[in-house]
Nanobody
Framework: QVRLVASGGGLVQTGDSLRLSCAASGDTFSMYHMGWFRQAPGKGRDFVAAISGNDRTAYADSVKGRFTVSRDDARNTVYLQMNSLKAEDTAVYYC???????????????????WGPGTQVTVSS
């Protein structure tokens, strides 16, 4: 069982940067793949980025080169550094976790078992 709490969202302007954090508790964090997803108003929940226990990463095409996912297992925390933010990045951002020994990083919502409550990111143009 893993409990997740995301933080760091807010209101920024186009071109600004923001770093989201997701703190995990309850189990061996290093054994979990961690993912970031987002959901804009009226749309489905989309994959953003993910990182495996051995630091393998995956990104949605829309954020490649702008967003960076990382993890600090000593702090049981995963981060999403978001640079060059655009209005279309506006959404509620969710972190998710899945226990896995695979080296492949999952990019679908159905692959993740645990979800945090989300944090709002609003990019004003």
């Amino acid at each position: 069982q893993v409990r997740l709490v995301a933080s760091g969202g807010g209101l920024v302007q186009t071109g600004d940067s923001l770093r989201l954090s997701c703190a995990a508790s309850g189990d061996t964090f290093s054994m979990y793949h961690m993912g970031w997803f987002r959901q804009a108003p009226g749309k489905g929940r989309d994959f953003v980025a993910a990182i495996s226990g051995n630091d393998r990463t995956a990104y949605a095409d829309s954020v490649k080169g702008r967003f960076t996912v990382s993890r600090d297992d000593a702090r049981n925390t995963v981060y999403l550094q978001m640079n060059s933010l655009k209005a279309e990045d506006t959404a509620v951002y969710y972190c998710a976790a899945r226990w896995s020994r695979s080296t492949m990083v999952a990019t679908t919502t159905t692959s993740y078992n645990y979800w945090g409550p989300g944090t709002q990111v609003t990019v004003s143009s």
